[in-house]
C-alpha cells in the first residue's frame, strides 16, 4: 500500500512538473496575423509585440519559417537587440523581465513599388522548445505619397461609422487626441491598456481625426460620428 502510495505522488508530481514546464510565458498582443499596409514611398516600421507573461526572466528565441518578400524592395528586421540589412534566419532576444514586452519589428523600404509580401517567424521560450507561436506579417503596399509612418492593423479603430463609443487600438501609444477636421483640439485621453474604449457620445455628428502618439511616432485615422 505504502509503494503504491508514494508511486501516486511520484506520478502527481511528475504531472504538476511536466505542466509548470510547459505554461506559456509567451503572450503574442493581439492577433498571430497582422495585416499591414504601408505607404510606396519612404519607410514604414510594422510591429508585432510580445509580453513575458511568466514569472522569471525570458529569453524569446525567434527562426524565420517562410518569406515571400518582392525583390525590388529593402527591408530591415530588428529584435530587441540588434537590427539587420536583411531577414535574419534564427537568433534570441535579450532577456525581458517579468511582464516586460518587446517586438519584431520589419521596417518596409517599397522604393515607389506596389506589390504584397508575406514574411512569417516563429517564436518560442528558450526553456520551453516543444510550445511555438508563428507570427505573420501580411505586408500590402498601396501607390501613395508619404513619408514615414508607423504601420498599425488595418482595424486599428472601430466601429466606423461610430455611434457612443470608439475603439482604439493602443499598443505602443501614450497619448490619444480627437480632433476636428479642421485641426482643433476637442479631447485627450493617457491609454493603458491595448485597447481603449473611448466615449464619443457628446460629439456632435460629424468627421474627425484620432491621432495616437508613441515612442515610435504619431498615427491618425479619421472616423464618422453618427
Known amino acids: 500500500m505504502k509503494t503504491h502510495f508514494k508511486n501516486f505522488i511520484f506520478f502527481v508530481a511528475f504531472a504538476i512538473s511536466s505542466l509548470v514546464g510547459n505554461a506559456q510565458t509567451i503572450e503574442v498582443q493581439g492577433s498571430k496575423t497582422h495585416d499591414f499596409y504601408p505607404e510606396s ?11 513575458n507573461v511568466g514569472t522569471g526572466s525570458l529569453r524569446i528565441a525567434y527562426e524565420k519559417v ?23 534566419d534564427k537568433d534570441t532576444f535579450t532577456a525581458l523581465a517579468p511582464g516586460e514586452k518587446a517586438s519584431i519589428k520589419i521596417t518596409v523600404f517599397p522604393k515607389g513599388a506596389a506589390d504584397t509580401a508575406v ?16 507570427l505573420t506579417f501580411n505586408i ?3 501607390w501613395s505619397a508619404g513619408a514615414h509612418f508607423t504601420c498599425m492593423p488595418q482595424q486599428a479603430i472601430y466601429p466606423v461609422p461610430a455611434n457612443r463609443h470608439l475603439q482604439v487600438n493602443t499598443l505602443g501609444v501614450n497619448y490619444i487626441e480627437i480632433r476636428s477636421t479642421s485641426g482643433q483640439k476637442i479631447t485627450q485621453y493617457f491609454p493603458d491598456a491595448e485597447w481603449t474604449r473611448l466615449d464619443i457620445s457628446e460629439l456632435l455628428a460629424g468627421s474627425y481625426v484620432v491621432l495616437l502618439k508613441g515612442q515610435n511616432g504619431i498615427r491618425s485615422y479619421n472616423f464618422l460620428k453618427n
Open 41 to 51: 514611398s519612404g519607410f514604414t516600421d510594422c510591429y508585432m509585440y510580445l509580453k
Open 119 to 134: 514574411v512569417k517567424y516563429a517564436v518560442w521560450d528558450v526553456n520551453n522548445p516543444s510550445v511555438k507561436d508563428t
Open 66 to 88: 517562410s518569406v515571400d518578400y518582392p525583390a525590388g524592395w529593402d527591408v530591415s528586421f530588428c529584435d530587441n537587440r540588434n537590427c539587420f540589412f536583411t531577414f535574419r
Open 140 to 142: 500590402m503596399v498601396r
